[in-house]
């Protein structure tokens, strides 16, 4: 027999809380659930691998309207294999094009953190050469004398 998992077991595993996965299962994402003698919900390792399966969809920031979407193509069954595959295809070169845009934001944030690396040597090596000659430009302080009466 099939090991099954409470609605607990799976939060735990999955890092999505109680309320999402009947979140999940309500709207669609999930497939209605197995349950015990008592109502409680068990999960069965093809409900895990499905669910971990939207966890990546959901990484990749799929919108929860496509994943309903690619959901129902899924519960109608191999006729749909086509257009899940797809689906999958478009979502992938979205995902690619995404890298790319965040591999060149952290390039140029990359320089921009070694210019203000060079600029800080800078200041500091200024700052070093400037503290002799700064004494040479001090004003004395004046001091304020009492007058008395």
């Given at each position: 027999?099939?090991?099954?998992?409470?609605?607990?077991?799976?939060?735990?595993?999955?890092?999505?809380?109680?309320?999402?996965?009947?979140?999940?299962?309500?709207?669609?994402?999930?497939?209605?659930?197995?349950?015990?003698?008592?109502?409680?919900?068990?999960?069965?390792?093809?409900?895990m691998a499905w669910i971990e399966f939207l966890l990546?969809?959901?990484?990749?920031?799929?919108?929860?309207?496509?994943?309903?979407?690619?959901?129902?193509?899924?519960?109608?069954?191999?006729?749909?294999?086509?257009?899940?595959?797809?689906?999958?295809?478009?979502?992938?070169?979205?995902?690619?094009?995404?890298?790319?845009?965040?591999?060149?934001?952290?390039?140029?944030?990359?320089?921009?953190?070694?210019?203000?690396?060079?600029?800080?040597?800078?200041?500091?090596?200024?700052?070093?050469?400037?503290?002799?000659?700064?004494?040479?430009?001090?004003?004395?302080?004046?001091?304020?004398?009492r007058k008395t009466a």
């Open positions: 027999m099939e090991s099954q998992l409470s609605i607990d077991e799976v939060a735990k595993r999955t890092g999505l809380t109680a309320y999402t996965l009947r979140y999940y299962e309500r709207i669609g994402l999930i497939a209605p659930v197995g349950r015990a003698a008592g109502g409680q919900r068990r999960y069965a390792a093809s409900d990546r969809l959901r990484t990749t920031h799929m919108p929860i309207g496509k994943m309903q979407a690619f959901a129902k193509l899924r519960g109608a069954g191999d006729s749909t294999v086509p257009d899940r595959r797809q689906m999958l295809e478009e979502h992938l070169t979205d995902v690619l094009a995404e890298i790319e845009a965040m591999r060149q934001s952290a390039d140029a944030l990359q320089a921009k953190i070694e210019h203000y690396r060079s600029l800080a040597q800078s200041l500091a090596s200024d700052s070093i050469s400037d503290e002799g000659r700064a004494d040479e430009h001090r004003k004395p302080l004046r001091t304020r004398t």
